[in-house]
T-cell receptor
Framework: NAGVTQTPKFRVLKTGQSMTLLCAQD?????MYWYRQDPGMGLRLIHY???????AKGEVPDGYNVSRLKKQNFLLGLESAAPSQTSVYFC??????????????FGPGTRLTVL | KNEVEQSPQNLTAQEGEFITINCSYS?????LHWLQQHPGGGIVSLFM???GKKKHGRLIATINIQEKHSSLHITASHPRDSAVYIC??????????FGQGTRLTINP
């Protein structure tokens, strides 16, 4: 199993450009998440999905859109990148166990710089 | 005030020392993750616990849900334990709330 993979690993954008980050998991997990990590701050939830075809806003959703057309993939889109979106982006996935308590598995991260 | 407070923020110790990292949170939770982030950036879950204590090798995690406090202990610390350790309580809908992390450096 590859676990959780993210594409690309690094990207540099100019202000106003658009891009899509891809997250894929091969563990048949229902839940998927996109986080951003900035210096001096903890990880913050951007958007998440509790199943194929569903998405929900997290703590910092502005400027991002997401789609979950297939269970194994969760896409994060930036329609018009801004320097404030310079960050490291992590994807994670998890399942809902019988006890209701789950473990999240994280991808390796995507380092995005917006000039 | 942050919902999750970790202490210390930075910790440097000598190889072999006993390490304790504390986490206090103000939100209601069902369980809590302790995560490890290595200098390369990857994040792995060390523990997920909802009560009592868990042990994995040299790592021990404890939680007191009533007191809203958790601790991560490392016995016989080693330079390879150097990483950022993140406390992440789990709220409803499987949502994690993250602490800012504790940067641990173990010197040989």
């Amino acid at each position: 199993n590859a676990g959780v993979t993210q594409t690309p690993k690094f990207r540099v954008l100019k202000t106003g450009q658009s891009m899509t980050l891809l997250c894929a998991q091969d563990m048949n997990h229902e839940y998927m998440y996109w986080y951003r990590q900035d210096p001096g701050m903890g990880l913050r939830l951007i958007h998440y999905s509790v199943g194929e075809g569903t998405t929900a806003k997290g703590e910092v959703p502005d400027g991002y859109n997401v789609s979950r057309l297939k269970k194994q993939n969760f896409l994060l889109g930036l329609e018009s990148a801004a320097p404030s979106q310079t960050s490291v982006y992590f994807c994670a996935s998890s399942n809902h166990g019988t006890s209701g308590i789950i473990t999240q598995y994280f991808g390796p991260g995507t380092r995005l710089t917006v000039l | 005030k942050n919902e999750v407070e970790q202490s210390p923020q930075n910790l440097t110790a000598q190889e072999g020392e006993f390490i304790t990292i504390n986490c206090s949170y103000s939100v209601g939770i069902s369980a809590l993750h302790w995560l490890q982030q290595h200098p390369g950036g990857g994040i792995v879950s060390l523990f997920m616990l909802s009560s009592g204590k868990k042990k994995h090798g040299r790592l021990i995690a404890t939680i007191n849900i009533q007191e809203k406090h958790s601790s991560l202990h490392i016995t016989a610390s080693h330079p390879r334990d150097s990483a950022v350790y993140i406390c992440a309580p789990i709220q409803g809908a499987q949502k994690l709330v993250f602490g800012q992390g504790t940067r641990l450096t173990i010197n040989p």
